[in-house]
């Protein structure tokens, strides 16, 4: 058992995982005088003395853009892919009316589904529920955070349907308000591993929150409320790291380090602006397609026989139709999800070293098995649901 958790966090520290700050214990180095600012200068003492932990090994990011937006509206400002998963307002999810702001991540394949919940002590916990049939079954807490967070929210599990992002509020780990935090599940044994804190820059003395990658896209976000005015978070699009790589606090000097550390300037951390000119093209397209498809969130093309071609969602003759139809459009999205993890692929297996490459080809032979069975999955759901929706209008 031991060994088979050491593994795993050797895989989270090599695969989406990279964002996970590694320390030596706080009570053991010394307090450093801290570069004077509001922000700053407003941490406890331990929280200082976690944040001279983690500067020295803050994490080179390239930020593409940034958006000010209301704190609970920063969803709106996070362009995620449908094959990654979706966000359900809780009360919508559940069909309730509790006012809750709370939201509901769904997962891409839309079998599993993770949200935060008020307790009558006044305490979030996380939960999961898997899908079963038409439903969902019997939430399940997740103790291994709940033990040692508060305050959690906006919980994100990555396409490998292992990593899980969360903000939360951490007895120890935490530098202010709500920090990002990462946890590995262990689908074997059905627990998930010590939550970690991803560390700086994405982590701050202010309110820390929605962690959000689309690996495949290239593209991340995540929330902050740092340097904004009250009820204003800043929501930063960047290009996740496929390694994990630090600024060195020797070269740059302590007070530059912190202001990249806290994003001072997004522009400190183009590289190349040509870089930056790409990437941005790459977030304007998933905008515009995300704003085509609320604009165009009912119209389809589906060829039921030689005589009906339906062009309008509602032209469905039952909801169990419809939702055939939606889990055809799932499945279509994780195709392209897959297509496009097999193509970055391919162009790093050109580039890597032969152990590099067995590993990689490896990958390469599980996504294209799992493009089979997709396409396979696509092709009988089709038939099947022309078999059921003609049957429907025989009998209209």
């Given at each position: 058992m031991k060994t088979r958790h050491y593994i795993l966090i050797a895989l989270a520290l090599l695969s989406t995982a990279s964002y996970a700050q590694r320390r030596k214990p706080v009570a053991k180095k010394p307090v450093a005088a801290v570069k004077?600012?509001?922000?700053?200068?407003?941490?406890?003492?331990?929280?200082?003395?976690?944040?001279?932990?983690?500067?020295?090994?803050?994490?080179?990011?390239?930020?593409?853009?940034?958006?000010?937006?209301?704190c609970d509206k920063v969803l709106s400002a996070i362009t995620l892919p449908k094959a990654y998963g979706t966000y359900v307002d809780y009360d919508t999810f559940f069909d309730k009316q509790t006012g809750s702001k709370q939201q509901v991540f769904v997962n891409g394949f839309g079998n599993r589904c993770y949200y935060t919940e008020l307790?009558?002590?006044?305490?979030?916990?996380?939960y999961m529920c898997d899908r079963l049939g038409d439903g969902w079954g019997t939430p399940r807490p997740v103790k291994e955070v709940n033990?040692?967070?508060?305050?959690?929210?906006?919980?994100?599990?990555?396409?490998?349907?292992?990593?899980?992002?969360?903000?939360?509020v951490s007895k120890t780990e935490g530098l202010g308000r709500r920090d990002i935090y990462m946890t590995k599940y262990d689908a074997e044994e059905g627990v998930f591993m010590p939550a970690e804190n991803i560390g700086l820059p994405f982590n701050s003395v202010a309110d820390d929150y929605a962690f959000v990658v689309a690996d495949a896209d290239r593209?991340?976000?995540?929330?902050?409320?740092?340097?904004?005015?009250?009820?204003?978070?800043?929501v930063y699009?960047?290009?996740?790291?496929?390694?994990r790589s630090n600024y060195n606090i020797d070269e740059l000097g302590r007070n530059r380090t912190i202001d990249l550390a806290s994003i001072k300037s997004i522009s400190d951390t183009w590289t190349n602006s040509n870089l930056r000119?790409?990437?941005?093209?790459?977030?304007?397209?998933?905008?515009?397609?995300?704003?085509?498809?609320?604009?165009?969130k009912d119209i389809i093309y589906f060829v039921v026989d030689d005589s009906h071609t339906y062009t309008n969602i509602n032209q469905f003759r039952s909801?169990?139709?419809?939702?055939?139809?939606?889990?055809?459009?799932?499945?279509?999205?994780?195709l392209r999800s897959i297509r496009n993890k097999t193509e970055a692929l391919r162009a790093q297996y050109?580039?890597?070293?032969?152990?590099?490459?067995?590993?990689?080809?490896?990958?390469?032979?599980?996504?294209?098995?799992?493009?089979?069975?997709?396409?396979?999955?696509?092709?009988?759901?089709?038939?099947?649901?022309?078999?059921k929706e003609s049957s429907l209008l025989k009998n209209r």
């Open positions: 004077t600012n509001s922000e700053l200068a407003s941490m406890t003492p331990h929280a200082k003395a976690l944040y001279e932990d983690m500067l020295p090994n803050t994490q080179r990011v390239f930020v593409i853009d940034s958006t000010i937006v209301d307790g009558t002590d006044s305490i979030t916990r996380l033990d040692d967070f508060t305050d959690i929210s906006y919980p994100y599990m990555s396409s490998d349907g292992q990593t899980l992002y969360f903000s939360g593209m991340a976000w995540f929330a902050s409320t740092r340097r904004q005015p009250e009820g204003k978070a800043c699009a960047f290009v996740p790291s496929e390694q000119t790409q990437a941005m093209a790459q977030l304007n397209k998933l905008r515009d397609n995300a704003g085509k498809a609320v604009a165009e909801n169990d139709t419809r939702r055939a139809y939606y889990d055809i459009v799932r499945q279509n999205n994780d050109h580039n890597a070293d032969e152990s590099g490459r067995a590993s990689i080809g490896a990958h390469i032979a599980k996504l294209e098995k799992q493009e089979l069975d997709t396409r396979a999955s696509i092709k009988k759901a089709k038939q099947d649901l022309r078999r």
